[in-house]
């Protein structure tokens, strides 16, 4: 449910002290648009789907939200912000508020009990400066000189994850799989690396589907326990075999040149968002493996690819 309502018929509702309380917080631009929210289990117990917000950026250039009722009222329905630092997950007891510009990635968990009000105020016109700040030319310089300086180890990584990996049976990778990556990926601390050279693997070959990534880290624990199942890791970490060995092989001839194959990864990402993908030439092995490196970090991945794409670029495009 999503009601539009006026300034006029704010002040009504909360009072024009609280409406003028609520425009200083809002910050240095006035809002222009006013909703009134309600999810609910309820309204559609069939469709989870309906009751998760992906993560996203927003339309409004800025927006405010403001919880109307306690969390103890409701299961899920976390907001969820992804930072460079991490995943931010904001609290939201009755009465508080957030406040988020544009260029923000973000998403809500799905309510799986109960009935959540919020209450949004956006600024649809205005520009405001995002939360990372310059232009689309300093995030590319910034991103090259990230890459420069993780590519490297990167490819060290390859020969002794190739020596374990034919060394390895399907029945012995599932095993790393379900038992040392899965309590890795289940703990709440994914700040790190998991411990042990096959759940690195599994983590690498995980993080090449970034949507589906972010959306099972941001899972309620008995649903990822559903859906751990479905994840088909030994096939992706096979496929990701083959591929180790092509790259290896051009960085031994050479052809992986950083200053010249980082910057074509970029250009071939603005190319993906904005041309018609059946005209796009796939990427070369060692434009993919940049890629892949890219994917291997999250926290950037995404506001990277929306400064520098428009939007977040699937592995899978």
């Not at 009222?73 to 988020?100: C, E, L, N």
């Not at 008995?222 to 992706?236: G, N």
Request: hydrophobic share 35%; glycine share 8%; charged share 20%.
């Amino acid at each position: 449910l999503r009601i539009s309502l006026t300034k006029d018929e704010l002040c009504m509702a909360v009072g024009a002290e609280t409406v003028g309380t609520i425009g200083r917080a809002f910050g240095h631009v006035a809002y222009d648009t006013i909703r009134l929210r309600r999810v609910s289990v309820a309204d559609d117990d069939a469709n989870i789907s309906g009751r998760l917000v992906p993560f996203h950026t927003d339309y409004s250039r800025r927006t405010m939200q403001i919880p109307l009722n306690e969390e103890n009222d409701y299961d899920g329905g976390v907001v969820v912000f992804a930072t460079r630092d991490g995943f931010v997950y904001a609290p939201r007891p009755a009465g508080s508020y957030s406040v988020h510009t544009h260029p923000i990635v973000h998403g809500v968990t799905a309510l799986t009990k109960g009935t959540r009000y919020s209450l949004f105020l956006c600024n649809t016109t205005e520009e405001g400066k995002g939360q990372f700040g310059g232009d689309r030319s300093t995030v590319r310089e910034d991103l090259i000189a990230y890459l420069r300086q993780v590519v490297p180890s990167e490819l060290a990584f390859l020969e002794p994850a190739l020596s374990f990996l034919d060394g390895s049976s399907d029945e012995e990778l599932a095993k790393i799989i379900n038992s040392d990556y899965k309590c890795w990926f289940m703990s709440t601390d994914r700040s790190s690396q998991p411990e042990g050279l096959g759940a690195q693997i599994a983590w690498r070959a995980h993080m090449l589907s970034p949507l589906r990534y972010a959306k099972m880290c941001n899972c309620n624990p008995s649903d990822l326990v559903s859906i751990w199942p479905t994840l088909d890791l030994v096939a992706s970490i096979r496929k990701q075999q083959t591929f180790m060995k092509d790259v290896c092989s051009c960085s031994s001839s050479g052809e992986m040149d950083t200053g010249t194959v980082i910057p074509k990864y970029i250009e071939f990402l603005q190319q993906v968002a904005l041309g018609d993908h059946a005209e796009i030439e796939p990427a070369s092995a060692t434009i993919d493996f940049v890629w892949h490196v890219h994917l291997q970090s999250p926290q950037r991945y995404g506001p990277d690819c929306l400064a520098i794409a428009g939007r977040i670029i699937d592995h899978k495009f």
